[in-house]
Structure formats: structure tokens, C-alpha cells
């Protein structure tokens, strides 16, 4: 019966090696670690663990939000995990869903991840919305220059051919075009 350990942190600047000891010492067999989003789909490594899961193995975090942010992709790993015949447990927290008392707070934990990721979120927005309201916020600045579009399309190129050159999608010329 391997014991899997995956490890999560969100941003490249974040260190993963407690996370990783932590596991170690808990027995894991194998470790895979990425540095991800828990709100982004396509996190390869969670997607490798998952598929190689077996019957009998158990997937294991630190914390229950090193897996998941909302309570949708937590239930959507906890039913790819349940149908490979594996189990979940998290090391500081009383979850294993080998056990109904474990599936239980699984799922109450997972609202709590979701509910902190909506709060941090409605946060942003606001702080968003109040640097704009001061003129502090202008937003991403522009990676296309509006005039060379308008230049390469004044010099014959057409939509599609200056955002293969530009290396960019044909909305962004559209766009360029309309300032």
C-alpha cells in the first residue's frame, strides 16, 4: 500500500520543502510538489498522482488546501481518488476517507477553503475598484503596440497574418485596430 505525498504552493517564491519533510516524515513513498494555484486547473503534478493512483494506495497532504480551493474541485479529486480504490488523509487535520468521520470533515473543510478563497477575492476586487475610484489603478499595461498593428495592416497584412507575426490572437488586432 503506497503512501503518495503531493505538496502545492502558490507562487515560484514559496518553498516547498516543509510541505515535503513533513511528508517524508509522515512515510510517504513518493513525493510530487508544484507550485500552483489551488484554484487553477491543469496543475500537472496532481494530475500525475491521480492517475497514478492504484487500489489501495493513499494520496497524502499536509493541509486539505494544498489539494484544493473550492469544494467542487475538492469533491472532483475526492471521486477520481475513491474510484482508483485509493484514500485521502491530510496530516494536520483529522481527515481520512476511509472513514465516514474523515469524509465528513473533508467536506467541511473544503466549504471553509472555498468561503476563505470568495472572501480573499471580494477583497481584491474592492481594493480594485477603490484604486480606480483615486485614479491609482489603470490596469495591465498594454503588451500591443495599437500603432505597428495599424501599420502592418496599412502594409497589406491582413488580421490573421499580423497576429501570427505579432505572435498574438486575432481579437487582440481587432482591438488594436478600434483604438
Known amino acids: 500500500m503506497p503512501v503518495i505525498g503531493y505538496a502545492r504552493a502558490n507562487t515560484t517564491d514559496q518553498n516547498l520543502e516543509l510541505q515535503e519533510n513533513v511528508l517524508r516524515a509522515a512515510g510517504c513513498d513518493l513525493i510530487r510538489s508544484e507550485k500552483r494555484s489551488g484554484t487553477t486547473t ?65 467536506d467541511m473543510l473544503g ?29 495591465r499595461k498594454r503588451s500591443i503596440d495599437p500603432a505597428k498593428v495599424k501599420q502592418m495592416c496599412a502594409d497589406g497584412l491582413g488580421p490573421s497574418a499580423v497576429a501570427k507575426a505579432l505572435k498574438i490572437g486575432r481579437a487582440s488586432v481587432y482591438r488594436a485596430l478600434a483604438d
Open 42 to 106: 491543469g496543475r500537472d503534478e496532481l494530475r500525475t498522482v491521480l492517475d497514478f493512483l492504484r487500489k489501495g494506495d493513499v494520496l497524502t497532504v499536509t493541509r486539505i488546501d494544498r489539494l484544493a480551493r473550492s469544494i467542487s474541485d475538492l469533491q472532483d479529486i475526492v471521486r477520481a481518488v475513491k474510484a482508483k480504490g485509493a484514500s485521502l488523509k491530510a496530516i494536520e487535520q483529522p481527515i481520512d476517507t476511509s472513514t465516514a468521520a474523515g469524509k465528513c470533515f473533508l
Open 111 to 139: 466549504v471553509f477553503a472555498e468561503f476563505e478563497t470568495n472572501l480573499r477575492r471580494e477583497r481584491q476586487l474592492e481594493g480594485i475598484a477603490d484604486a480606480k475610484a483615486r485614479g491609482i489603478y489603470k490596469g
